[in-house]
């Protein structure tokens, strides 16, 4: 099997959303690893773009202005990644505050479950260790980390935080078609991000890809982090029988919540159709 060598990555945090690194930071690692292109797609904000462009002035790497938004679809939660979008489109700026203010309730609400668990002022002391108020569940996992409540993530999830446990509050999210209108009117390219990790059956994952490229969805994200060989292979095939274009990202939060540093991803298989290969790059 043949792969496609070029140093890019499409799908990465910053501290704007639950990554460690600052824009600058991130920059060191981009150039310690050598990317020519690198995207950043914070979780729901478009916080941390201007200051990753300003940072990678002169160090010719090329930024990707990106976002990785939770959309819902059905009774899923879906990532879908925003490609090349332009920051300043007033209705993307008006979802992504529209999203904001839901993770914001939500957080709200998680915070007031765990009072329950004997732990106060929750979402204070996540926003402290996120450094903004827009606090998702990796952050209180943290703050039940830090309170001895749980020995890690993992335990933080599957006793509180995960769902049907005390602390789980769903969130209403942007239906998928609303956000790929968005994306689109935003002059970006939507993807699903990380496909595999959904648990869907076969069945679903065609009905999901179906329903996307029919909103104007047009890539897949067919390596995702330390995803496996066989489930690229498959994502690969996908991209082929939908006609839908591969993308690749390492997914990386910092080291120490990461598995693969930035831009250490596998590469994509040769038999797919990058989503870069129109780019003006
Ligand atoms: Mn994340
Ligand atoms: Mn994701
Ligand atoms: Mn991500």
Known sequence: MLFLVIMIDLH????????????????????????????????????????LQDAARHSGIT??????????????????LGLNINPEEAELIALVNAQNQGRIQRALNISACLK????????????????????GRPHFAQVLINEG????MKSAFKRFLGQGKSAYVPTVWVGIENAITAIVKASGQAVIAHPSKYALTR???????RTFK???GEGLEVVSGDITVADTMELAGLC???????????????????????????PLPVNCTPIWDQWNI
Request: glycine share 10%; aromatic share 6%; hydrophobic share 40%.
């Open 240 to 266: 082929t029988r939908f006609d839908l274009l591969a993308s690749t990202g390492s997914d990386y939060h910092g080291d120490s919540l990461s598995r693969i540093g930035l831009g250490h991803q596998r």
């Open 149 to 152: 409540l749980v020995p890690d």
């Open 116 to 135: 329950g668990a004997g732990i106060h002022d929750a979402y204070q002391k996540a926003c402290d260790i996120a450094g903004h108020e827009r606090v």
């Open 214 to 216: 029919a909103a104007g």
């Open 203 to 209: 069945t679903k994952l065609h009905e999901l890809i």
């Open 12 to 51: 990465c945090h910053s501290y704007f959303s639950d990554g460690e690194l600052s824009p600058v930071a991130l920059m060191n690692k981009a150039v310690d690893s050598r990317l020519r292109i690198l995207a950043l797609t914070d979780h729901d904000t478009l916080a941390g773009l201007a200051p």
């Open 63 to 80: 930024i990707i202005n990106g976002i990785e938004l939770s959309v819902c679809w059905k009774k899923y939660y879906i990532h879908l």
